[in-house]
């Protein structure tokens, strides 16, 4: 998607019609606050992604160019950082600890026994746009092993026998049926 937008150093931006086209007015805006302070890369980014919801490579264009700031720097800052994401996320994002702790008192079978109830891998969205799939080095709960977080939800002492309980909590309150 190839979307031009004007914007002045004083913020106005044009009074565009599609959500994309809005988002990347926002994005706009955003880049003319940060475009000649050092080091705002990351910032601008994060902004964006809060505003896109995701890094696609045609965004990243965009933010090169308005940033004044070479494609790959750009590409290269969205594929280091694991808080960045280049494809569509889900309403609600799972990150399973795989830290020592976690990953010794079962971890790994949290991991696997999500990605076969939600029929997705790692770092991947379900059909339904509800769940992404991460995992975690560590999320600092080692006494609560194994943990997990939805969204900003802790969940001490995961285990597979748990987790239908728990995805059944963020299914219901989308209007579905509980796993």
């Known amino acids: ?3 031009q937008v004007q914007s002045s150093a004083q913020g106005a931006l044009c009074a565009c019609g599609t ?3 809005r988002a990347y007015a926002q994005i706009a805006n955003v880049m003319d606050l940060y475009r000649d302070k050092e080091g705002s890369l990351i910032q601008v980014l994060h902004l ?3 505003i896109y919801g995701h890094l696609p490579l045609e ?3 965009f933010i090169s160019k308005g940033m004044r700031i070479p494609l790959a720097e750009v590409s290269g800052v969205v594929s280091f950082y694991s808080f960045f994401s280049t494809e569509p996320r889900g309403e609600h994002t799972i990150r399973v600890c795989l830290g020592t702790a ?3 008192r079962g971890g790994k079978r949290v991991v696997e026994a999500l990605r076969e109830k939600l029929g997705i891998d790692l770092n991947q969205t379900t059909g339904d746009g509800l769940f992404t799939l991460e995992v975690a080095r560590c999320i600092g709960a080692c006494g609560l092993a194994p943990a997990m977080m939805i969204d900003d939800t802790v969940y001490k002492q995961v ?3 748990k987790l239908d309980a728990i995805l059944g909590e963020f299914k219901l309150a989308e209007g579905g049926a509980a796993a």
Do not use: F, I, P, R
């Open 48 to 50: 964006a992604q809060g």
């Open 59 to 61: 965004l990243q264009k």
């Open 102 to 104: 976690c990953y010794v």
């Open 19 to 21: 959500d994309e086209e």
């Open 159 to 161: 285990n597979v026998n």
């Open 1 to 3: 998607m190839s979307v």
